[in-house]
């Protein structure tokens, strides 16, 4: 194999469009089996697929910008650098780290199909055991009793449980339950079958390397109009900078931490020079 295709191959110099993983899933049939993998090169900028589950948001205030810049140190700051933009700059860059994070990950993507089956699963077990048999009829009919009649309807006396009767039930009739627990059961077993056990996107090196070597030096490079880079002490025992210190305390304020401890600043900057030099890192498999 020559040097160029081993270079197409790691990704180095693929360009793959930014999908989103239920497209990729259509183009190819709806097959796990035929999904493609999207290898991103660390020129692929931007967001991708939006995540739709993301743990809450860190709640990243002024103050928290403040520590920021104070950390980075205030001569390296701009005069008139907006605090509330670059707030929001660095809660999109958390939504990113929530894209890298989930939809690079065959760990998340097994524990999702997973979780899928298993709703499908439980759901069929509820409805087995509201059959129309000698025990599962009586027992429909005994939860039934305490079901509106309809949709809206007041909240029954026969709900003796309830304190609130006579007022709008919020709950579904009885039939509409079982409706619904039958479609989710239906639903739960084709998304399972729909979402692959694997992640759809690859990164040349892992997510933390990629988000602090692409993703938050164009913040830093936005709002205080310099270079993302690093130096290091002349004995070579410490390694600093302004964007070093901007990203070791924006991922300590975004809750962006190894295992409950902040990164060290040669984990940044070894991203960095890997970045520079083309290196790739691929990720352990999960």
Known sequence: MTKRKSRERDGKNSHQPRVP??????????????RPVFVLA???????????????????????????????GGRFVPHGLELGALRDDLFGCYMEWCSLSQLTSDKIARQRVQRLETIA???DAVLALLDEGLIGGWARQEIAMTFPLNEGAPVRITAAFRTDHG?????????????GLQRLAAAARYKAEYFPDRALYRLPRSPLEFFVANVLPSVFERHFKRAAGFSRAS??????????????????????????????????????SGVRAGRVRRRKKD
């Open 235 to 272: 004995d070579g025992t410490e390694t600093g900078g302004p964007y070093i210190r901007f990203a070791v305390e924006a991922l300590r304020e975004l809750g962006i931490t190894n295992k409950g401890k902040p990164y060290a600043r040669d984990t940044i900057a070894r991203a960095l």
């Open 42 to 72: 660390d020129t692929d900028l931007g967001p991708i697929a939006w995540p739709k589950s993301a743990p809450p948001p860190i709640p990243l205030n002024d103050e928290g910008i403040q520590r920021i810049l104070d950390k980075v």
């Open 167 to 179: 007022q709008p039930d919020a709950a579904p009739s009885f039939n509409g339950f079982l409706a």
């Open 21 to 34: 993983h239920e497209e990729a899933g259509r183009k190819a049939g709806c097959r796990k089996s035929a």
């Open 121 to 123: 699963k439980r759901a």
